[in-house]
């Protein structure tokens, strides 16, 4: 059962049910052990917050910074701050001392919580240039606070002046005048052009979204999730509260590196996740494979052409699989395909949402095909995340992103642009009514940008109408189409493609440089570093024939007919991609403008 109770309570009325039920897995900061705390001790530390920020003199819908990664603290500040009716800003743990400068003086916030070393030394750093910035909250207790620095204090002590519940019954009260109109937080998206802009998010969107959310995504108070993006992502924001409407246990990993440890030490049923995520699960179970004995290969074909027939073929589209079909396929499932799954600590898998960017359909086929269920979604920060997805124990169409959750009003322009309408669309944008009012038509729907088209009920995307590509010959080209496609390519870890305002399709590609490195060794190439290696001929030809295997479906004027490979990853420090990691291909095209005016000089000669 939901408690979809308004977000000033939800933690204390989820609590009231289960009382002192494990409620969240954590590890302190730096930690590597696990801990726990049950459903009343969540409530608890969250009004420990809502009475200190009381004492810190924090007004109805004033602005809070959080600058953390994913912690129990993040949580409790969240909850807290929507207990006293204040209004939560998050900043991505790897944003920039500019990009946090800009959000803090343009919400005029007061007081930011910070996690680790990193984001407490940027926020000291741009402290004299934020006129209103009064306090820095550090929540990791290794953190090295400058000596004199009267503006910082701890997690720990900030809590002390809640202790005792010295203002609950006006917490209480606060509560009770709280309405859906309250504004809950405001995202800035970091954009892959222009600057952010501060994504209003009201507590009625998130009730509208919670419920409408549980229908399709039928997660349960025996589920396990993991936290796997970071709660500044709206996405797994929305993801976790709709966990904590119904009791699930959330596991908060807090070092995103670890993410594959905490897999397979706390075995989640449920997580979110991006495209890339599975990507990379792909590349590594066949990885595996192509290493194994010969018998163990032709097993693992055979089983993924099973699991293929069953559960792509049949139960993707609401059909009951042969007899024979299913016995061989709960066979091998639970021999081959439970190996798999147990190496990467999903020995219980439920559902895995997975949404930010487009899923490869022959990724989105591997993974289904192996037995874990991948809901492919469809969403925006300025829809409160959710507008479609493949809703469980439904039919679904491998390549869409399903079906529009209830309540959700879609319409496709003439010019092919996803509109949306309904009450889980934000209202605006803050400071920018400009803005605002160029986002949405006459009748009130949000333009997404995103070029689509609905068919048999569910919404199809292909491209986003500003990354169209216009070739000087005049031909349009999808960029994100063609490199979700290579991208399923073992050897290709990021990929940009090149075609605006040049006669052909050409490709900037980091390498998966160990696998490159292993291929080099393999076939005597020598080497002596990664920029030797990216730039040799035999390397170009091994690449140039899968790439060539990959594109022939599509067009001629759509394949890359010349690709550079670049000894260094994008980087969030050059600029180049945004804090979720999404390419910005205004900035590539200025730092690589020589790698890529010689992939078409060379084309002349």
């Known amino acids: 059962m939901q408690v979809n109770s308004h977000l000033s309570t939800l933690v204390h009325d989820v609590a009231a049910r289960f009382g002192n039920r494990e409620a969240l897995i954590y590890k302190e900061f730096g930690s590597q052990q696990w801990k726990s705390y049950s459903w009343n001790e969540f409530s608890q530390q969250v009004k420990l917050v809502s009475n200190a920020l009381l004492n810190m003199g924090v007004g109805v819908q004033e602005n809070i910074g959080v600058f953390s990664q994913n912690s129990v603290q993040y949580l409790f500040t969240d909850f807290g701050a929507w207990g006293i009716r204040a209004v939560t800003i998050p900043f991505y743990a790897t944003s920039s001392e500019q990009q946090i400068q800009f959000m803090i003086n343009d919400a005029h916030i007061r007081f930011i919580f910070v996690g680790e070393q990193a984001q407490y030394d940027k926020a000291r750093r741009v402290f004299p240039t934020c006129q209103t910035l009064e306090k820095i909250i550090v929540f990791d207790p290794a953190v090295s606070i400058a000596e004199g620095d009267s503006t910082a204090m701890r997690f720990d002590d900030f809590l002390r002046l809640g202790k005792g519940l010295p203002r609950q019954s006006e917490v209480d009260a606060l509560a009770k005048q709280a309405t859906m109109d309250d504004t809950a937080n405001i995202l800035y998206t970091s954009g892959t052009t222009g600057d952010s802009k501060g994504v209003i998010l009201t507590c009625g969107q998130y009730h509208a979204a919670m419920e409408a959310n549980h229908k399709c995504v039928p997660v349960t108070e025996k589920d396990r999730v993991l936290n796997f993006l970071p709660f500044t992502h709206i996405f797994e924001k929305g993801w976790k509260i709709l966990c904590i409407t119904v009791g699930a246990r959330l596991i908060v990993n807090t070092n995103p590196m670890e993410v594959q440890q905490s897999m397979r030490e706390q075995h989640p049923t449920c997580m979110s996740a991006v495209p890339r995520f599975w990507e990379k699960v792909y590349h590594g179970v066949l990885e595996k494979i192509e290493a194994s004995s010969a018998v163990k290969r032709r097993l693992f074909e055979h089983a993924l052409k099973v699991g293929r027939r069953h559960n792509i073929e049949f139960l993707s589209h609401a059909k009951r699989p042969p007899l024979a079909l299913h016995l061989e396929y709960?066979?091998?499932?639970?021999?081959?395909?439970?190996?798999?799954?147990?190496?990467?600590?999903?020995?219980?898998?439920?559902?895995?949402?997975?949404?930010?960017?487009?899923?490869?359909?022959?990724?989105?086929?591997?993974?289904?095909?192996?037995?874990?269920?991948?809901?492919?979604?469809?969403g925006l920060t300025e829809s409160l995340a959710t507008v479609s997805c493949d809703h469980l124990g439904e039919s679904y169409t491998v390549g869409s992103v399903g079906q529009p959750i209830s309540g959700i009003s879609i319409r496709i322009s003439d010019e092919g642009e996803v509109l949306l309408k309904g009450p889980t669309i934000t209202k605006g944008y803050y400071n920018r009514d400009d803005l605002t009012r160029k986002s949405f038509t006459d009748d009130g729907y949000f333009r997404t940008g995103d070029a689509g088209y609905m068919k048999d009920g569910?919404?199809?995307?292909?491209?986003?109408i500003k990354d169209l590509f216009k070739t000087s010959n005049g031909k349009y080209i999808a960029p994100q189409m063609i490199e979700s496609k290579l991208l399923v390519d073992k050897y290709i870890d990021q990929i940009a493609i090149i075609a605006d305002e040049r006669k052909f399709v050409s490709a900037l590609i980091i390498p998966e440089y160990r696998l490159l490195e292993e291929y080099a060794r393999e076939h005597n190439i020598n080497f002596t570093d990664r920029r030797d290696l990216c730039q040799n001929q035999q390397i170009h030809q091994m690449l140039a024939e899968r790439i060539d295997t990959l594109q022939q479906q599509l067009a001629q004027y759509e394949q890359v007919k010349r690709f550079t490979l670049l000894p260094q990853p994008f980087s969030l420090e050059r600029g180049e991609l945004t804090n979720t990691l999404k390419i910005?291909?205004?900035?590539?095209?200025?730092n690589y403008k020589r790698e890529i005016d010689k992939m078409y000089e060379e084309a002349k000669s």
């Open 330 to 378: 709960e066979a091998l499932n639970k021999t081959v395909f439970s190996l798999v799954r147990h190496e990467l600590g999903l020995e219980n898998a439920h559902f895995f949402p997975t949404a930010g960017a487009a899923v490869s359909p022959h990724v989105e086929e591997f993974i289904h095909s192996i037995g874990i269920n991948m809901i492919v979604g469809y």
């Open 584 to 590: 910005k291909r205004r900035v590539l095209n200025e």
């Open 458 to 464: 569910e919404l199809f995307l292909t491209e986003r």
